[in-house]
């Protein structure tokens, strides 16, 4: 969605990380989860056992042994549009959302060697499909975000670029 700033400007939202706040409680690798694989579901109804579930978001360890958010960043320039092939990854103008569409991946997985966050990944089943954030198009806030009790992860309006 672009908005338009006091100045006039239009603006994009993006999900931010502030890994100060981070708790590796996970409740935003689960709300993911729940969103794109388990049909809507809350998270505590998530089968964490289920390995075919996939997240779009991961959460790493960094050099100080912090819990670390990482999800997409819907780059201003993204790689992963750069180096795709077959053209399924996208990034729309107008929402600064980077797409993926799986129909015309040709599953070379340049994407995923290109992230420069490494988020994007292949699915947990057939390992063919590239996971990808696509911000819970449809919902007003990306399930990551609304779940994070810390405010780790937030929303921020950008200057379109």
């Given at each position: 969605?672009?908005?338009?700033?006091?100045?006039?400007?239009?603006?994009?939202?993006?999900?931010?990380v502030d890994e100060s706040k981070c708790q590796g409680c996970y409740n935003c690798t689960f709300a993911c989860i729940a969103v794109h694989e388990n049909k809507g579901k809350n998270i505590y109804k998530v089968d964490t056992h289920n390995k075919?579930?996939?997240?779009?978001?991961?959460?790493?360890?960094?050099?100080?042994?912090?819990?670390?958010?990482?999800?997409?960043?819907?780059?201003?320039?993204?790689?992963?549009?750069?180096?795709?092939?077959?053209?399924?990854?996208?990034?729309?103008?107008?929402?600064?959302?980077?797409?993926?569409?799986?129909?015309?991946?040709?599953?070379?997985?340049?994407?995923?060697?290109?992230?420069?966050?490494?988020?994007?990944?292949?699915?947990?089943?057939?390992?063919?499909?590239?996971?990808?954030?696509?911000?819970?198009?449809?919902?007003?806030?990306?399930?990551?975000?609304?779940?994070?009790?810390?405010?780790?992860?937030?929303?921020?309006?950008?200057?379109?670029?």
């Amino acid at each position: 969605m672009t908005m338009k700033t006091e100045k006039n400007k239009e603006t994009i939202k993006k999900i931010m990380v502030d890994e100060s706040k981070c708790q590796g409680c996970y409740n935003c690798t689960f709300a993911c989860i729940a969103v794109h694989e388990n049909k809507g579901k809350n998270i505590y109804k998530v089968d964490t056992h289920n390995k075919n579930f996939n997240s779009r978001n991961v959460i790493t360890i960094n050099e100080d042994g912090r819990p670390t958010p990482m999800v997409c960043r819907h780059c201003d320039m993204p790689e992963c549009v750069l180096t795709c092939i077959s053209g399924a990854m996208t990034k729309d103008e107008e929402t600064g959302i980077v797409k993926h569409n799986l129909k015309k991946c040709a599953s070379c997985f340049m994407c995923v060697m290109s992230c420069p966050y490494g988020v994007l990944k292949p699915d947990n089943k057939t390992g063919k499909i590239i996971i990808k954030c696509d911000m819970c198009e449809g919902e007003d806030m990306p399930a990551c975000v609304k779940s994070c009790p810390t405010g780790a992860l937030y929303i921020k309006e950008v200057e379109k670029i």
